[in-house]
């Protein structure tokens, strides 16, 4: 009896170090899952100055969210007019810079006032740090910030810039190359960044970064795109299905409901509601929903929380909820500012920062209630378009140029 006791302790406190384990890890863009869901429960809501633990000046400028994995956390940044693209590491009690590399030097490629040079957010796996800069190429680094490889995705012609982040499945980082002159999704290996699998994509304008998704057959990487949803085969990058019915450039990520998947466009439109596990073209017949979106850009990605879908568009910020099964729009309100961040979801409610750095707490629902609005003390010339990060009961909230630390 003793021993089953000791046993079943041990187990519960190997569940609970798991648990808090996998909490306090942010690895990629929108998170664990790449949904911007967090299973965090404490924290804050309302903040103000006096809440700030620590900040930090950054090198340079840069638009990547901050991914955390233990005591570190992983940006990007530019300087130079984006001449040189800098990886750092910053220590995750403190905010003090461990270590930061100049990832590429060379002569930028165009693109928008608003996009700048280091917008995509790195992925980790605890061992491996990815970050990708378009022309800048793709680079890998440990975690003591050595560089272990680098690659040359091509040239990313276009006039908006690139903002498509990286994921790491098994031993492949697979990253979406959209541009206007070339555009593919590539598989390369995690260890050397030699390509694995290289698939053809329609020439667009693209930022949507890849969701993983597993079916019982496979796993699927989903991409958004200018005329609708893609899927590959996550390990050979074979082409599985197209979901088509919008059209918009599509910036926002898709998302998970259930056994459903949510798309975006990007422009007024049509959000899409599809199943993974399909193949070939699945029109609106095949599809779950589609659901009009009218009025305004779409920057930011959708999150669900709960059996509401929240989507917030760019200018004006209007906050819209939906019933994620139905695709039927439930309640919306007018938020101030203009909104490039994704929200991220924690205890049921949304997090999102517009522009100026007011970070809006969302409770979804028949009428979405603005539970807070939260602001810091900022310099004029700060703008905030990375989403906001939670760790470890606190939030990261980044500027172009300061990550800020923000307790209870």
Same mark, same amino acid.
């Given at each position: 009896?003793?021993?089953?006791?000791?046993?079943? /302790? $041990?187990?519960?406190?190997?569940?609970?170090?798991?648990?808090?384990?996998?909490?306090?890890?942010?690895?990629? *863009?929108?998170?664990?899952?790449?949904?911007?869901?967090?299973?965090? /429960?404490?924290?804050?809501?309302?903040?103000?100055?006096?809440? =700030? !633990?620590?900040?930090?000046?950054?090198?340079?400028?840069?638009?990547?969210?901050?991914?955390?994995?233990?005591?570190?956390?992983?940006?990007?940044?530019?300087?130079?007019?984006?001449?040189?693209?800098?990886?750092?590491?910053?220590?995750? +009690? @403190?905010?003090?810079?461990?270590?930061?590399?100049?990832?590429?030097?060379?002569?930028?490629?165009?693109?928008?006032?608003?996009?700048?040079?280091?917008?995509?957010?790195?992925?980790?796996?605890?061992?491996?740090?990815?970050?990708?800069?378009?022309?800048?190429?793709?680079?890998?680094?440990?975690?003591?910030?050595?560089?272990?490889?680098?690659?040359?995705?091509?040239?990313?012609?276009?006039?908006?810039?690139?903002?498509? @982040?990286? #994921?790491?499945?098994?031993?492949?980082?697979?990253?979406?190359?959209?541009?206007?002159?070339?555009? @593919? #999704? %590539?598989?390369?290996?995690?260890?050397?960044?030699?390509?694995? *699998?290289?698939?053809?994509?329609?020439?667009?304008?693209?930022?949507?970064?890849?969701? $993983?998704?597993?079916?019982?057959?496979?796993? +699927? =990487?989903?991409?958004?795109?200018?005329?609708?949803?893609? @899927?590959?085969?996550?390990?050979? &990058?074979?082409?599985? *299905?197209?979901? &088509?019915?919008?059209?918009?450039?599509? /910036?926002?990520?898709?998302?998970?409901?259930?056994?459903?998947?949510?798309? %975006?466009?990007?422009?007024?439109?049509?959000? $899409?509601?599809?199943?993974?596990?399909?193949?070939?073209? #699945?029109?609106?017949?095949?599809?779950?929903?589609?659901?009009? !979106?009218?009025?305004?850009?779409?920057?930011?990605?959708?999150?669900?929380?709960?059996?509401?879908?929240?989507?917030?568009?760019?200018?004006?910020?209007?906050?819209?909820?939906?019933?994620?099964?139905?695709?039927?729009?439930?309640?919306?309100?007018?938020?101030?500012?203009?909104?490039?961040?994704?929200?991220?979801?924690?205890? &049921?409610?949304?997090?999102?920062?517009?522009?100026?750095?007011? =970070?809006?707490?969302?409770?979804?629902?028949?009428?979405?209630?603005?539970?807070?609005?939260?602001?810091?003390?900022?310099?004029?010339?700060? /703008?905030?378009?990375?989403? =906001?990060?939670?760790?470890?009961?606190? $939030?990261?909230?980044?500027?172009?140029?300061?990550?800020?630390?923000?307790?209870?």
């Amino acid at each position: 009896m003793c021993s089953l006791h000791r046993f079943l /302790t $041990l187990g519960a406190s190997l569940l609970l170090l798991s648990v808090s384990h996998a909490e306090s890890n942010w690895p990629r *863009w929108r998170g664990p899952a790449g949904t911007g869901v967090s299973s965090a /429960t404490d924290l804050p809501v309302q903040w103000d100055n006096s809440n =700030v !633990r620590w900040k930090t000046e950054l090198i340079g400028q840069g638009q990547s969210s901050p991914v955390v994995w233990g005591d570190q956390i992983f940006l990007t940044a530019a300087t130079e007019g984006g001449r040189n693209r800098v990886v750092m590491c910053l220590d995750r +009690e @403190s905010g003090k810079l461990l270590w930061h590399d100049v990832a590429w030097t060379g002569e930028p490629e165009k693109t928008n006032g608003m996009n700048q040079y280091a917008s995509a957010t790195c992925a980790t796996d605890g061992k491996h740090v990815v970050a990708f800069f378009g022309r800048g190429g793709i680079h890998c680094y440990d975690f003591d910030g050595e560089k272990l490889w680098s690659r040359d995705l091509g040239k990313f012609e276009g006039p908006w810039g690139t903002a498509s @982040s990286p #994921i790491i499945y098994e031993d492949l980082v697979i990253q979406n190359c959209d541009a206007e002159d070339k555009a @593919s #999704i %590539v598989g390369l290996d995690k260890q050397t960044g030699k390509t694995v *699998w290289e698939t053809p994509r329609e020439k667009h304008r693209g930022w949507s970064s890849p969701l $993983l998704v597993e079916t019982p057959q496979r796993t +699927e =990487v989903v991409i958004n795109g200018d005329q609708g949803v893609n @899927s590959y085969e996550a390990k050979t &990058g074979e082409e599985l *299905w197209f979901a &088509g019915g919008h059209q918009g450039r599509g /910036t926002p990520t898709v998302t998970k409901f259930k056994d459903i998947l949510i798309a %975006v466009g990007g422009r007024s439109g049509n959000m $899409l509601a599809m199943k993974p596990g399909g193949t070939g073209t #699945i029109d609106e017949a095949g599809q779950v929903w589609q659901t009009a !979106r009218k009025g305004g850009r779409d920057l930011p990605s959708p999150v669900v929380i709960g059996q509401y879908l929240v989507v917030v568009s760019h200018r004006p910020g209007v906050a819209t909820s939906y019933d994620a099964a139905t695709g039927k729009e439930l309640g919306k309100t007018r938020l101030e500012g203009k909104f490039s961040a994704s929200p991220i979801a924690a205890n &049921g409610l949304a997090y999102i920062p517009n522009e100026s750095g007011d =970070v809006f707490v969302l409770r979804p629902g028949e009428n979405l209630e603005v539970v807070a609005k939260n602001q810091l003390d900022i310099a004029d010339e700060e /703008t905030f378009r990375a989403c =906001v990060t939670p760790s470890q009961g606190e $939030l990261l909230i980044r500027s172009q140029r300061v990550l800020y630390c923000v307790g209870k």
